[in-house]
C-alpha cells in the first residue's frame, strides 16, 4: 500500500471528545454521544465525519496499550460562529500528511500495524507530533469490509530535527 504524500491546510473542526487509551478504547461510546446530535452543526463544509486522536508527544516512542490520548468525532467546519451546546472546537494545523486510501472493516487494525512498523520505517519521513485522523466519506460503513476511508498520518522528513 503506498500513500499520497500531502500538505493539508488548517482546518476547523467541531465535535465532541474522550480521553481513552487503547486498553480502554472507548470509539463506540464516542461516536454514539456525537452521531444523534452531528446535524446540529449548521455550518458543515462536507459531509465526511472526521475521526481525530491528539496524542501526546511520547505516545509512540514509549508506547504501552495505557497510555491516554484524546480522541474526536467531528466534522469540518467553515467557521465557529454556532458550535452546539455541549460540543467542543478544535483548529487542525497544516501540515504534511501520508494519506493512506484503506479498504476494510474498522475493527481490523493490522492497517495500522502495517503503517507504522512497516511503510513508516522504511519510507523516507518520521512520525509528526500533530493530530492523526481518518475521513469518513459517504463510502466508509463501520464494520465493513468493503469500507473505504482514508488515514492521515503526521510525517517529515527524515533529519528534519530528528
Same mark, same amino acid.
Given at each position: 500500500?503506498?500513500?499520497?504524500?500531502?500538505?493539508?491546510?488548517?482546518?476547523?473542526?467541531?465535535?465532541?471528545?474522550?480521553?481513552?487509551?487503547?486498553?480502554?478504547?472507548?470509539?463506540?461510546?464516542?461516536?454514539?454521544?456525537?452521531?444523534?446530535?452531528? *446535524?446540529?452543526? %449548521?455550518?458543515?463544509?462536507?459531509?465526511?465525519?472526521?475521526?481525530?486522536?491528539?496524542?501526546?508527544?511520547?505516545?509512540?516512542?514509549?508506547? *504501552?496499550?495505557?497510555?491516554?490520548?484524546?480522541?474526536?468525532? %467531528?466534522?469540518?467546519?467553515?467557521?465557529?460562529?454556532?458550535?452546539?451546546?455541549?460540543?467542543?472546537?478544535?483548529?487542525?494545523?497544516?501540515?504534511?500528511?501520508?494519506?493512506?486510501?484503506?479498504?476494510?472493516?474498522?475493527?481490523?487494525?493490522?492497517?495500522?500495524?502495517?503503517?507504522?512498523?512497516?511503510?513508516?520505517?522504511?519510507?523516507?519521513?518520521?512520525?509528526?507530533?500533530?493530530?492523526?485522523?481518518?475521513?469518513?466519506?459517504?463510502?466508509?460503513?463501520?464494520?465493513?469490509? %468493503?469500507?473505504?476511508?482514508?488515514?492521515?498520518?503526521?510525517?517529515?522528513? *527524515?533529519?528534519?530535527?530528528?
Amino acid at each position: 500500500m503506498v500513500p499520497r504524500i500531502e500538505t493539508t491546510n488548517e482546518k476547523k473542526l467541531v465535535g465532541k471528545r474522550l480521553t481513552m487509551s487503547f486498553a480502554d478504547y472507548r470509539i463506540g461510546e464516542l461516536w454514539r454521544s456525537f452521531m444523534p446530535r452531528r *446535524k446540529e452543526i %449548521t455550518n458543515n463544509l462536507t459531509g465526511d465525519l472526521i475521526s481525530m486522536a491528539v496524542y501526546q508527544p511520547a505516545h509512540f516512542a514509549a508506547f *504501552k496499550p495505557t497510555n491516554e490520548f484524546e480522541k474526536w468525532a %467531528t466534522v469540518e467546519v467553515a467557521d465557529f460562529d454556532n458550535v452546539p451546546i455541549g460540543m467542543e472546537t478544535f483548529v487542525l494545523p497544516s501540515g504534511l500528511y501520508a494519506v493512506f486510501n484503506y479498504e476494510g472493516s474498522s475493527a481490523d487494525n493490522s492497517i495500522f500495524q502495517y503503517l507504522f512498523r512497516t511503510w513508516l520505517p522504511s519510507s523516507d519521513y518520521v512520525l509528526d507530533n500533530r493530530p492523526h485522523f481518518e475521513v469518513l466519506g459517504d463510502q466508509y460503513k463501520n464494520n465493513d469490509p %468493503t469500507s473505504k476511508e482514508a488515514i492521515w498520518i503526521p510525517i517529515r522528513p *527524515k533529519n528534519a530535527s530528528d
